[in-house]
Every structure is written in structure tokens, then in C-alpha cells.
Antibody, heavy 128, light 107 residues
Framework: EVQLVESGGGLVKPGGSLRLSCAAS????????MSWVRQAPGKGLEWVSS????????YDADSVKGRFTISRDNAKNSLYLQMNSLRAEDTAVYYC?????????????????????WGQGTLVTVSS | DIQMTQSPSSLSASVGDRVTITCRAS??????LTWYQQKPGKAPKLLIY???SLQSGVPSRFSGSGSGTDFTLTISSLQPEDYATYYC?????????FGQGTKLEIK
């Protein structure tokens, strides 16, 4: 059974830092691209960052570029999100998600991904 | 960025009803469209990927259709456990973007 368990959330002051972790189990972690998605209280979903299986590719949303850094340790089956220079608008539940690739009708990988499995989320609150 | 617009934003329906939710992309996204279900206090759950492929374990009353810019999620006969918020999401271009959500409530 695929399990994703986030940790590291909490209350932090504006300008502060926090590091989120996601412990993965039930699948071969090193074979999958992974992502972070967040949801502000009472709001919709927002993709934050993605990292390829071998760390060849990293993509960040413009809203976090230069402040957040996604990383992974395949030996520890873990995904991380280092969040610096936090702002009030970063307050959200942060979900770790396992990516799955879109394949076309001929079975060719498209290079695009969707979120197949999600963790339960960890709440980050940025407030003075 | 590709904008995803869902309609309606909220919907009231009764058990047994047929329900349709629409998602429109601001440009063509081929079939790179995914639907998720989210219940209060829970993580989103994958329902439909590649516009019309049903995720394993998801009841067959859920179906998806569409290509290009216009997509629909249909629940053929609403069950009590289907009351939730539904999101569409495109993967055609980075950033992957979501619709604003459709909240399905009990009538």
C-alpha cells in the first residue's frame, strides 16, 4: 500500500524558515517523480514544486521560486521542501504527492504527470 | 499559465441524481486533464486521469469525457459518499493548474 506521511509543519513568523518532510513507503520511491501541492485555508489547490526521480528536473511555481527548494533522498525514501522567507500567504496545508505519467493511446509517455497518491498533509501557519 | 474554470462552483443534488460538472481550459490541453475528489479535512483523491480513464478502485458511476478545452465529470447516480468538492487539473503545461473547485452538496 502506498503511504505518504508529511511532517514538519507548524507556526512560524514571517521571514522565517521551515523544512517539510515526506516519508514514502509501499513503492519504489526512486522510480517516481514527486511533488508538493498546497491548499490555503478554505481555498483551492495550488501546485508548488516537482522533482524528477533522479533529480534531473526540478520545477517550481513562480509564487515560491527563489524561496522554496524541493529535494529528495532516494536512499531514505524521503521528499523534502525547504521553505525560506515565509510570508503570510504561504499559510496552507502542504501535501506531498506521487506523480504518475500520462501515456498516449499508443503507449508512449507524454512527459506530463498528474498526482496519483497524496499524503494527509501538514499545516504551515505563517503569523506574527 | 493555463486557466482552468469549473462550473458550477457549487451544486445541490439528491441521492440518485445524475450530476455533471464542467471544466474549461483557457487553451487546448489535449486530454491531459485529471479529476480529483476532496472531502472536508482529507487529502484529494484521484478519480479520473487522461480525461476519461477511471482510476483503479473508483466506482464506475464516475466517468469523464472531453478533449481540447472542454471537459466533463459525470456521476451517473449520486451516492451519499459522493458529497465532496471536485477539482479538475491540467498537466499540458507547467505550472500544473487546478480549477477553483465544485462543491457538491446534499439537496
Amino acid at each position: 500500500e502506498v503511504q505518504l506521511v508529511e511532517s514538519g509543519g507548524g507556526l512560524v513568523k514571517p521571514g522565517g524558515s521551515l523544512r517539510l518532510s515526506c516519508a514514502a513507503s509501499g513503492f519504489t520511491f526512486s522510480s517516481y517523480s514527486m511533488s508538493w501541492v498546497r491548499q490555503a485555508p478554505g481555498k483551492g489547490l495550488e501546485w508548488v514544486s516537482s522533482i524528477s526521480s533522479s533529480v534531473n528536473y526540478i520545477y517550481d511555481a513562480d509564487s515560491v521560486k527563489g524561496r522554496f527548494t524541493i529535494s529528495r533522498d532516494n536512499a531514505k525514501n524521503s521528499l523534502y521542501l525547504q521553505m525560506n522567507s515565509l510570508r503570510a500567504e504561504d499559510t496552507a496545508v502542504y501535501y506531498c504527492a506521487r506523480d504518475r505519467g500520462h501515456y498516449d493511446s499508443s503507449g508512449y509517455f507524454s512527459g506530463r504527470y498528474f498526482f496519483e497518491y497524496w499524503g494527509q498533509g501538514t499545516l504551515v501557519t505563517v503569523s506574527s | 499559465d493555463i486557466q482552468m474554470t469549473q462550473s458550477p462552483s457549487s451544486l445541490s443534488a439528491s441521492v440518485g441524481d445524475r450530476v455533471t460538472i464542467t471544466c474549461r481550459a483557457s487553451q487546448s490541453i489535449s486530454n491531459f486533464l485529471t479529476w480529483y475528489q476532496q472531502k472536508p479535512g482529507k487529502a484529494p483523491k484521484l478519480l479520473i486521469y487522461s480525461a476519461s480513464s477511471l482510476q483503479s478502485g473508483v466506482p464506475s458511476r464516475f466517468s469523464g469525457s472531453g478533449s481540447g478545452t472542454d471537459f466533463t465529470l459525470t456521476i451517473s447516480s449520486l451516492q451519499p459518499e459522493d458529497y465532496a468538492t471536485y477539482y479538475c487539473q491540467q498537466s499540458y503545461r507547467t505550472p500544473r493548474t487546478f480549477g477553483q473547485g465544485t462543491k457538491l452538496e446534499i439537496k
